[in-house]
Nanobody
Framework: QVHLVESGGGLVQPGGSLRLSCAASGSLFSIYPMGWYRQAPGKQRELVAS???????NYPDSVKGRFTISRDNAKRTVYLQMNNLKPEDTAVYYCNRVPPWPGTDSWGQGTQVTVSS
């Protein structure tokens, strides 16, 4: 069972930046593709960035060019650098495997990102 702890969220003005971190337990972390997901109020959780164990990354058009995912397998940590943030980026951000590990308890508590002036 992998335990995930997200951090780094906060309140930021439009156009600002944040860097999220996700610390993972578990010895097999490095072999799995990992991703950042977000869930806004009243909306389904969506994948906003993913990175394979070898570093190949992928993004939806909504964040491409603004978000950058990276990972440090030795530290079992995944990062999400978010630049030029927009109000529509407001959500709780989570990390998990891609696809997610099964079970609701595979998700961490998430970290709130609020973009507002």
């Amino acid at each position: 069972q992998v335990h995930l702890v997200e951090s780094g969220g906060g309140l930021v003005q439009p156009g600002g930046s944040l860097r999220l971190s996700c610390a993972a337990s578990g010895s097999l972390f490095s072999i799995y593709p990992m991703g950042w997901y977000r869930q806004a109020p009243g909306k389904q959780r969506e994948l906003v960035a993913s990175a394979t164990s070898g570093g190949y990354t992928n993004y939806p058009d909504s964040v491409k060019g603004r978000f950058t995912i990276s990972r440090d397998n030795a530290k079992r940590t995944v990062y999400l650098q978010m630049n030029n943030l927009k109000p529509e980026d407001t959500a709780v951000y989570y990390c998990n495997r891609v696809p997610p590990w099964p079970g609701t308890d595979s998700w961490g508590q998430g970290t709130q990102v609020t973009v507002s002036s």
